[in-house]
């Protein structure tokens, strides 16, 4: 049971520069979330997806992209990093938008931004 | 590595006592709730749920109330093991909001 992987791990990049991170989940889920986890905020929203080629924001869009072309993959990027997207970034499946379904999560992406 | 929140409020217990984390939630409509566990370097993992028709659910050494007069969740979790220290935090569904509303967390530190 393979759950839901996030790829990679630990990321350091430039500012400016076009970084995408991965999410795969095996459960067929069809809701995927993107999060990012910072000091004294929690975990906040970035987007969404109810399936496949369906995306919607969430609390804090800005500067980020994502694409679902398939139910198990679900990747974010940042066209072009901020030292202000340095973050832990979370990835997420259900099977429900919060309609009496748990979120499961991903181990996250640390990633820096110089 | 990462710290999901150095000013967050700790809980401080010996092994073997039950511990209590509480949460008061911000929307008299949620619907559902959940509790997660986070331990340094992972992603946070399901606990327990409970519906807002119900008032307490128990699972395997937890307990979640909850308390819709005063919107107040709380988790129990028995005789605390030192595998247990973690951050914890509540999450609810508000009908029509698009997203589960998460708070920032608890740190519970359990010394053996």
């Known amino acids: 049971d393979a759950g839901i992987t996030q790829s990679p791990r630990y990321k350091i990049t430039e500012t400016g520069r076009q970084v995408t991170l991965m999410c795969h989940q095996t459960?067929?889920?069809?809701?995927m979330f993107w999060y990012r986890q910072d000091l004294g905020h929690g975990l906040r929203l970035i987007y969404y997806?109810?399936?496949?080629?369906?995306?919607d924001k969430g609390e804090v869009p800005d500067g980020y992209v994502v694409s679902r072309s398939k139910t198990e993959n679900f990747p974010l990027t940042l066209e072009s990093a901020t030292r202000s997207q340095t973050s832990v970034y979370f990835c997420?499946?259900?099977?429900?938008?919060?309609?009496?379904?748990?979120?499961?999560f991903g181990d996250g992406t640390r990633l820096s931004i110089l | 590595g990462e710290s999901v929140g150095l000013h967050l409020p700790t809980l401080s217990v010996q092994e073997g006592d039950n511990s209590i984390i509480n949460c008061a939630y911000s929307?008299?409509?949620?619907?559902?709730f959940i509790w997660y566990k986070q331990e340094s370097g992972k992603g946070p993992q399901f606990i327990i749920d409970?519906?807002?028709?119900?008032d307490k659910r128990q699972g395997q050494r937890v307990t979640v109330l909850l308390n819709k007069t005063v919107k107040h969740l709380s988790l129990q979790i028995a005789a605390t093991q030192p595998g247990d220290s973690a951050v914890y935090f509540c999450?609810?569904?508000?009908?029509?909001?698009?997203?589960?509303?998460f708070g920032t967390g608890t740190r519970l530190l359990v010394s053996p």
């Open positions: 929307n008299s409509a949620s619907d559902y």
């Open positions: 409970i519906r807002s028709n119900m």
């Open positions: 459960w067929s889920h069809s809701y």
């Open positions: 997806s109810a399936a496949a080629d369906i995306t």
């Open positions: 999450a609810e569904n508000i009908p029509g909001f698009q997203k589960l509303v």
């Open positions: 997420a499946s259900s099977d429900g938008q919060g309609r009496n379904q748990p979120q499961h």
